[in-house]
């Protein structure tokens, strides 16, 4: 049963990455830049795990535990790990040729969540038993995803659309105080805080595809996707039928 499980988790993050590439529709990433992301993801979560080891006491993200002394607690876990998520990469990634549609943002930035909820999902599972796996498969095997994700899509808006900086900022405030409520809920062992956990899961998990979707129409709008606008060059107006995300005569992006 704890194969099956642990089998599961690694088939779920499979699953979504390939979704999430299969609908991607601009030009193709780099294969060692989606890598890359991934492998952050799982570094991140070994850097914080030794910093919340460094400056949060078990004793107060245990269930059982006030429910101030919780609370506070559960948001410094979500400040360190959306920060070591988000960060990293987003200083990475953000000058670079390639991170060029609202669609990269989504993607690029769920593959870092994938990277750091697999290792997570598994060593829980390993620790805590058969039970705890089979919660966390219905609980959290896309929550790390969907949750950077989405600051991923205004980090990609803010560059493309030329948004203020401060579109970023709201989005990674938003995703730690929805992680820290989430974990918060989850220790609490109120039933109330438990239901709203769920439902912030489940939220989440519908909001990385509902934005994946908007990335992909703001792509077309812009002329960004296979599919869409682009039927002519935008630079020099010459015919492209087959919808070339390059312009045949000019070169230029059409």
């Excluded at 796996?133 to 659309?161: C, E, N, S």
Aim: contains cysteine.
């Amino acid at each position: 049963m704890l194969l099956i499980i642990l089998l599961t988790f690694v088939c779920v993050t499979g699953a979504l990455s390939w979704f999430l590439l299969s609908h991607d529709r601009g030009p193709k990433e780099p294969v060692l830049a989606l890598w890359l992301a991934f492998g952050l993801g799982a570094l991140s979560a070994l850097a914080a795990y030794f910093i919340e080891r460094e400056f949060i006491n078990p004793a107060n993200i245990a269930i059982g535990a006030p429910k101030d002394v919780l609370l506070r607690s559960t948001i410094t876990v979500a400040v360190i790990e959306e920060c070591c998520k988000f960060l990293p990469l987003a200083l990475y990634i953000y000058k670079r040729r390639y991170f060029n549609e609202h669609t990269d943002g989504v993607i690029y930035f769920a593959l870092v969540g994938l990277g750091f909820g697999l290792p997570e999902n598994l060593l829980y599972t390993l620790q805590q038993g058969t039970q705890t796996g089979i919660t966390r498969i219905f609980l959290t095997p896309i929550f790390h995803a969907a949750i950077t994700g989405m600051v991923g899509y205004f980090l990609a808006k803010q560059k493309l659309d030329h948004r203020s900086p401060l579109i970023v900022v709201i989005a990674l405030g938003v995703a730690i105080i929805l992680h820290g409520f989430y974990d918060f809920g989850l220790l609490s062992g109120v039933l109330i805080y438990q239901l709203v956990s769920v439902i912030i899961t489940i939220s989440l998990a519908g909001s990385l595809f509902v934005l994946l979707i908007r990335a992909t129409d703001h792509d077309q709008d812009m002329g960004l996707s296979v599919v869409g606008r682009n039927n002519y060059c935008r630079t020099c107006g010459w015919p492209n039928p087959r919808h070339y995300l390059y312009c045949t005569r000019c070169g230029k992006n059409a």
